[in-house]
């Protein structure tokens, strides 16, 4: 099974800044691409970013311009750099598999992002 472990997440001020990991470990499929996804209060979970195994990411239009997702594959751990935020950053961010499914593939336990002055 694959594991997932989120940190970085914390307050941060409208347009602060905040830095996400993940660490992959377990029988994960190489080479793996990875997302980021969040889920805010009330909301459906969102994908925001991704980044392929070379290092090509892709964004959401709700991100785009602003989060930089980055991977260092020896360490087995993606980043996202979370620039200019805004309050509606706010929620839960989690990394997964690009189309993983909410109820049925195994997730971490997340990492709080909250953005508030």
């Known amino acids: 099974q694959v594991q997932f472990v989120e940190s970085g997440g914390g307050l941060a001020q409208p347009g602060g800044s905040l830095r996400l990991s993940c660490v992959v470990s377990g029988s994960i499929p190489y080479p793996y691409a990875i997302s980021w996804y969040r889920e805010a209060p009330g909301k459906q979970l969102e994908m925001v970013a991704s980044i392929n195994y070379g290092g090509t990411p892709s964004y959401s239009d709700a991100v785009q311009g602003r989060f930089i997702c980055s991977r260092d594959n020896a360490q087995n751990t993606v980043y996202l750099q979370m620039n200019s935020l805004k309050p509606e950053d706010t929620a839960v961010y989690y990394c997964?598999?690009?189309?993983?499914?909410?109820?049925?593939?195994?997730w971490g336990q997340g990492t709080q992002v909250t953005v508030s002055s």
């Open positions: 997964n598999e690009p189309g993983a499914d909410r109820a049925y593939s195994h």
